[in-house]
Nanobody
Framework: QVQLVESGGGLVQAGGSLRLSCVASGSIFSINAMGWYRQAPGKQRELVAAITTDGSTNYADSVKGRFTISRDNAKNTVYLQMDSLKLEDTAVYYC????????????WGQGTQVTVSS
């Protein structure tokens, strides 16, 4: 089992910044991927950004150039630096973990609300 605890959400004005953090604990595999998804009201959950243990990253087109994902493998922590926030970034942000052998399993955090106001 893997537990994920998120922090850093909140209310921010458009153009502002927020930093999300997610700490993983439990049965952490040495090779894994962690990331952030978001879900806005009435919409499906979507990938925001992901990063593997070797540092490979993947971003949604809508956040490229504005958001930066990073991780500290020693602390089993993933970060999402969100700059130039837009109204459409408002959503519940979920931390995710994918790892395991032979079967990759996924785990999710409880979610943290990010609200961008005008």
């Amino acid at each position: 089992q893997v537990q994920l605890v998120e922090s850093g959400g909140g209310l921010v004005q458009a153009g502002g910044s927020l930093r999300l953090s997610c700490v993983a604990s439990g049965s952490i595999f040495s090779i894994n991927a962690m990331g952030w998804y978001r879900q806005a009201p009435g919409k499906q959950r979507e990938l925001v950004a992901a990063i593997t243990t070797d540092g490979s990253t993947n971003y949604a087109d809508s956040v490229k150039g504005r958001f930066t994902i990073s991780r500290d493998n020693a602390k089993n922590t993933v970060y999402l630096q969100m700059d130039s926030l837009k109204l459409e970034d408002t959503a519940v942000y979920y931390c995710s973990y994918f790892g395991g052998v032979p079967t990759v399993r996924d785990y999710w955090g409880q979610g943290t609300q990010v609200t961008v106001s005008s």
